[in-house]
């Protein structure tokens, strides 16, 4: 399933107990209409307040179910913070997180002396000017293959287990403005995975140069410096959207 959703009222999209999240709702509403439990798996697990317009979700479903109902009736349930864009059958060896080769990602900025209220749930307002060409040059030493540490909330892990990698992939990261308007501005990102944190972090780490507070430059330090501390502020989750999912094939 692609599904689409606002964040702003959900503890993120992965199972927690006892609070509001898009995976427990929409288990919840699969659930109800299948008359039976299900085990969600998503293609990425967006922290709380964090939206989504292509999330890929993955379940095992008794096989006589008709996937248009289905839709129709999770759409009912779930309206209006959560939609289930469109459903297919897949392969039973696929799966939406780790068969996907990448994700991407939007973050939204107003850049302006006075907010904008029309999108101030999805645009983190920054008052102050940006230097959108120091923020788009800062995207250079991001390409690649790198440990992002500098950039994630590093995972807990238990004793005696190694610790995860956080080596990532970025393919493409750039800034632009949006309709024409000057104060409006859009991020997107895309790589082979995310570190928790990692987008709203690189987000913040750029602004701050875009504020004069970094250079371009000093991105490469940061990267190598493998510290959480070496970065910038993280942006808040409220402009961020994972946009995309893309596979090997058409599931």
């Given at each position: ?8 009222g ?51 479903l ?8 289905l ?30 080769n ?24 920054v ?53 024409d ?52 502020q ?10 995309e ?7």
């Amino acid at each position: 399933m692609t599904v689409a959703y606002d964040g702003s009222g959900f503890r993120g999209f992965a199972p927690n107990p006892g609070v509001p999240t898009v995976a427990g709702a929409l288990g919840d509403a699969i659930a109800t209409v299948v008359r039976r439990p299900v085990e969600l798996t998503g293609a990425g697990r967006t922290d709380a307040g964090v939206h989504a317009w292509g999330q890929v979700v993955s379940a095992d479903l008794p096989a006589e179910i008709d996937l248009e109902d289905l839709v129709r009736r999770l759409n009912k349930l779930l309206a209006p913070s959560v939609a289930v864009r469109n459903a297919c059958w897949a392969g039973p060896d696929f799966n939406a997180r780790f068969s996907a080769n990448w994700r991407h990602y939007r973050y939204e900025v107003w850049n302006a002396p006075t907010p904008n209220p029309l999108i101030a749930g999805r645009a983190w307002f920054v008052a102050q000017p940006l230097a959108v060409w120091a923020m788009q040059a800062a995207c250079d030493p991001l390409i690649g293959e790198h440990d992002f540490t500098s950039f994630c909330r590093r995972p807990k892990v238990d004793d005696g287990d190694p610790e995860r990698s956080l080596v990532r992939r970025i393919t493409s990261a750039r800034w632009s403005t949006l309709d024409d308007d000057e104060h409006h501005l859009r991020f997107e990102i895309r790589a082979n995975a995310f570190c928790h944190q990692m987008v709203r972090s690189i987000v913040g780490t750029l602004v701050d140069v875009g504020l004069g507070k970094a250079s371009p430059g000093d991105v490469r330090g940061i990267l190598v410096a493998r510290d959480r501390e070496a970065a910038g502020q993280v942006a808040p989750p409220y402009g961020l959207t994972l946009w995309e999912v893309g596979y090997p094939f058409c599931p």
